[in-house]
């Protein structure tokens, strides 16, 4: 573990903004105000599954049939007159009716709360070890948000759409996308993140586990588990916090930067191996 901090200590300062492109959270960056950054983000966070150009087009058809005014759209939202500006998107398994769900919860949680983070915040307490707790809280919360304007009863089917975008730790989701979403809004300090949910600590946070983060955590020894699910997510990331107990995910980006970028290879690769900045402490 000692070599493992110089490492990657070097890799977070050398994968900074200049790599922000292809990444969900370049979108945010276009965004001035944090009303607008918050929604962004979570549209972005929840579309951010499948491939990366997939991942891009569908943040863009969005925000654009939104009028790129992302706050002011959510705030005025109308569930009966609207909806339908969101028909035939389709991205992967998820539809235009899960997007206006999704911005319709928006809205309740901002009417409810001021904000997404104030509705997040709810659930939220400092005495809790990590965000596992708040995760759980704020997913079900969400869930149980009034959808009668879009499915003709108050309670979400349960097969509806939007309901994989609020998954929960306590059914052994690692929550990938929704702590990429609390990555952004709670970290500060690098210009990557925003550090918008003030009154949550970094320290709470857990990595947002994608299959990069797990074959990679694996090939440097910061997890032992086979399964990519919360347990895992938490692993790494306690392990992180012996490198640094106060940010423990700001390894996250650049980590992620290696496998999306094809510079760690599934299987060894001597010329891409060699050049690695990881290489000392990979088992590959």
């Known amino acids: 573990m000692k070599n493992l901090k110089p490492c990657l200590d070097k890799l977070y300062r050398t994968f900074d903004l200049k790599f922000l492109s292809p990444d969900p959270l370049e979108f945010i960056h276009k965004f001035k105000t944090s009303e607008d950054k918050e929604i962004v983000g979570l549209i972005a966070s929840s579309l951010a599954?499948?491939?990366?150009?997939?991942?891009?087009?569908?943040?863009?058809?969005?925000?654009?049939?939104?009028?790129?005014?992302?706050?002011?759209?959510?705030?005025?939202?109308?569930?009966?007159?609207?909806?339908?500006?969101?028909?035939g998107f389709v991205h992967r398994f998820n539809t235009g009716r899960d997007?206006?769900?999704?911005?319709?919860?928006?809205?309740?949680?901002?009417?409810?709360?001021?904000?997404?983070?104030?509705?997040?915040?709810?659930?939220?307490?400092?005495?809790?070890?990590?965000?596992?707790?708040?995760?759980?809280?704020?997913?079900?919360?969400v869930l149980s948000l009034d959808v009668s304007a879009l499915y003709?009863?108050?309670?979400?089917?349960?097969?509806?759409?939007?309901?994989?975008?609020?998954?929960?730790?306590?059914?052994?989701?690692?929550?990938?996308?929704?702590?990429?979403?609390?990555?952004?809004?709670?970290?500060?300090?690098?210009?990557?993140?925003?550090?918008?949910?003030?009154?949550?600590?970094?320290?709470?946070?857990?990595?947002?586990?994608?299959?990069?983060?797990?074959?990679?955590?694996?090939?440097?020894?910061?997890?032992?588990?086979?399964?990519?699910?919360?347990?895992m997510a938490e692993e790494i990331t306690e392990n992180l916090k012996k490198l640094d107990p106060q940010d423990p995910v700001k390894y996250d980006f650049a980590l992620c930067r290696l496998g999306i970028l094809e510079h760690c290879p599934k299987k060894k690769d001597f010329k891409k191996c060699e050049k690695c900045l990881i290489k000392k402490v990979c088992v590959l």
């Not at 491939?51 to 109308?78: A, C, G, H, W």
């Open 152 to 231: 003709g009863t108050k309670s979400l089917p349960t097969d509806a759409g939007v309901r994989f975008f609020f998954p929960s730790p306590k059914n052994g989701s690692p929550c990938k996308r929704l702590n990429l979403y609390l990555r952004w809004m709670v970290r500060k300090g690098d210009r990557l993140d925003f550090g918008l949910w003030k009154d949550i600590s970094a320290s709470k946070l857990i990595i947002p586990l994608d299959t990069h983060i797990a074959r990679i955590s694996q090939n440097i020894g910061l997890t032992k588990r086979k399964s990519p699910d919360w347990n």
């Open 49 to 87: 599954y499948g491939q990366v150009e997939r991942i891009r087009s569908s943040i863009k058809t969005v925000l654009e049939r939104m009028d790129n005014k992302p706050y002011r759209f959510t705030v005025r939202f109308n569930p009966v007159k609207d909806k339908g500006l969101f028909d």
């Open 99 to 141: 997007i206006a769900c999704l911005i319709y919860f928006a809205k309740q949680m901002i009417e409810e709360s001021g904000s997404v983070g104030g509705f997040f915040l709810k659930g939220y307490s400092t005495k809790d070890a990590n965000i596992k707790n708040s995760l759980i809280s704020f997913s079900e919360r």
